[in-house]
């Protein structure tokens, strides 16, 4: 979780791409306003990052266990490196499309997420519903900051650049963003540490 979490707090510094187009929030010092930097992306992307990478194994009570070295080298892992850099790659790319930025965000995520499936297919159960449950958890916040701010959202978001779709009060952009986030980073420690996800009865006889 904590190497999750320092992983993904660097990724606070692209909030200038997203600073007025998609969203224009307040922050200490009035960082964010000024110069498009702030502090609070990146505790935010640290959160993130930790809370996302063990949602699943948590919840469904699951526990890792190694990937033996003879099977590390089967030949869909050739392309290990760049599917754990999928999103990175394809995010410039999309950019470059003139979207809002969190449509590239949330597709070069998506993508990131189905090259680690097509990388490893034994993640497949931990991806999806790692999407399905990360975009839960992040609907809940989402709903919280609402109730105890009214018409947040509505100063705060750049809702005139987005679709309009609201769920629950919620920018449909939001909820996608916490899924395709979700689907990506669940997987996120197990392929770079060449680990399985199962139960943990699975897990100790691997070990031993």
């Known amino acids: 979780m904590t190497l999750a979490s320092v992983l993904t707090m660097p990724f606070g510094l692209t909030e200038p791409i997203f600073v007025p187009r998609y969203w224009n929030p307040p922050s200490l010092f009035d960082l964010a306003r000024r110069t498009g930097f702030d502090i609070e992306s990146l505790i935010f992307c640290f959160a993130l990052g930790g809370v996302g990478v063990v949602l699943y194994v948590a919840i469904m009570r699951q526990a890792l266990a190694p990937i033996q070295l003879a099977e590390r080298h089967a030949h869909r892992h050739r ?88 769920v629950v009060g919620i920018p449909v952009e939001e909820l996608l963003f916490g899924f395709a986030f979700g689907l990506y980073w669940s997987g996120i420690y197990e392929h770079l540490a060449w680990r399985r996800v199962g139960p943990a009865a699975v897990a100790r006889a691997h070990h031993a």
């Open 79 to 166: 392309y290990h490196r760049i599917a754990l850099l999928a999103p990175v790659i394809a995010f410039p790319a999309l950019y470059l499309l003139g979207w809002n930025p969190i449509y590239p965000a949330i597709l070069a995520m998506l993508l990131g997420g189905a090259a680690t499936v097509a990388c490893r297919p034994d993640l497949m159960q931990n991806t999806l519903a790692g999407g399905a449950l990360f975009a839960s958890y992040y609907a809940l916040f989402m709903l919280l900051l609402e109730w105890s701010a009214p018409g947040y959202i509505n100063r705060v978001w750049n809702l005139a650049d987005l679709s309009g779709l609201f």
